[in-house]
């Protein structure tokens, strides 16, 4: 069993920034890639950000010099920090890890956390 548990979301203006932060723990032999999704009201859930385990990285052209996504391999969890804020930002905000365990490899994800950019 893996669990990836975020935390970081909130209120913040226009222009502001947060940093949101996941780990994964449980039975984990090792992780690919991680990375950050994100769903808006309406909207389908969309790509932010992922780093593999060599620390390439890949972002949404929406969020490309604003966003830094970065992980840490000996804590089992990734960032994200997100500067200049926009209103579209505004979403529920998702945490993937791409998961070897001893049954199974696959895509894990965490419970989300909102991220609300308003004045």
């Known amino acids: 069993q893996v669990q990836l548990v975020e935390s970081g979301g909130g209120l913040v203006q226009p222009g502001g920034s947060l940093r949101l932060s996941c780990a994964a723990s449980g039975s984990i032999f090792a992780i690919n890639s991680m990375g950050w999704y994100r769903q808006a009201p309406g909207k389908e859930r969309e790509l932010v950000a992922t780093?593999?385990?060599?620390?390439?990285?890949n972002y949404a052209d929406s969020v490309k010099g604003r966003f830094t996504i970065s992980r840490d391999n000996a804590k089992n969890a990734v960032y994200l920090q997100m500067n200049s804020l926009k209103p579209e930002d505004t979403a529920v905000y998702y945490c993937?890890?791409?998961?070897?365990?001893?049954?199974?490899?696959?895509?894990?994800w965490g419970q989300g956390t909102q991220v609300t950019v308003s004045s």
């Open positions: 993937t890890a791409h998961v070897e365990t001893t049954l199974r490899i696959g895509m894990y």
């Open positions: 780093v593999t385990g060599r620390d390439d990285t």
